[in-house]
């Protein structure tokens, strides 16, 4: 993105990298400007995404029962090994984490907000307490339906249509509950117009520079594809090596005519740099020693 200027349509080894919508590339690309171009710069968006998931679920856990279930939550989150692996890869995996972790918070806030009370009211000295209540709840409202469509919409800049399992959950639950009113407080159409007109302003760009290409293969291939058969090594073993191999002669003739040799061999894991470990935990411990210690009321 850095060489040809072009930010809307990832390429890789001077082809078309359309296995993945860009967000995890342009972390990578802002990380360069600032690190350089470096093993350690296109490592660290993904130890910063496993970071402020691990602030999220800290901040949720608060927010559900004190103090003590957020740390537990976080700590666990941060051991776990799939963090450990993917927080120190270069891929998009910990940005898909972070938003779906978002948007499920945001979800399950919207769920608990009581009814607005929408009687006339009455001419007493409860009418103002009524009137601004009201209008917190409602302003509280328009942030957790925001961040909702929001982080649906940056999950799919991350990694596409799986970023969408959020509205799954919410749907399970208003059929489980039986409460139309549960649904009425998404506004589901308006709220995913939103999210595809934010998507739409990289995907129109892209589809039109590649005349579709992005979708049918980003789409066809590896959402729909994936779907329906074993790819890239979540086979069989026997699938897994013969692919690897294939892949790794593939990849020896592309990168010996590449000045980036060296890059791309240690892009996706070095033992001797950053480990999720140390990103996510030293970033819990400084916004908690930081922040004043409080407990948060009940949810209504």
Known sequence: MIERGDYIVPY??????????????????????VFGENDFAARFPSAIASAL??????????????????????????????????????????WLVLFVTLAHWAGFELIQLPTLNVQRPTPNSEETNQTSNTKHQTSLWW?????????????????GPVAWVPLLTV????????DAQLGRRFKFVY????TLAMIALWGIPALIQTRGEFFTVGIGRHVIGRSFATMEGHGAPRLRRTRRRRLQRKIDR???????????????????EITALHATGVSIAVVAASAPSYRPGKIP
Do not use: C
Request: positive net charge; charged residues 15%.
């Open 12 to 33: 890789f080894n001077n082809q078309l990298r359309l296995d993945k919508p860009p967000l995890a590339y342009w972390g990578q690309t802002v990380s360069y400007r």
């Open 53 to 94: 998931t691990a602030l999220l679920i800290f901040a949720w856990g608060m927010r559900l029962d004190g103090e003590k279930l957020g740390w537990w939550a976080a700590i666990i989150f941060t051991l776990s090994l799939q963090t450990f692996v993917h927080a120190k890869a270069a891929v998009a995996d910990m």
């Open 143 to 159: 942030w957790w339906w925001l961040t909702f469509y929001f982080a649906l919409a940056l999950g799919f800049l991350a990694k």
């Open 171 to 178: 749907a399970v639950t208003i059929i489980f509950a039986r």
């Open 191 to 194: 709220g995913i117009l939103l």
């Open 254 to 272: 592309q990168v010996s005519r590449n000045r980036h040799r060296h890059h791309f061999h240690h892009l996706y894991f070095d033992q001797n």
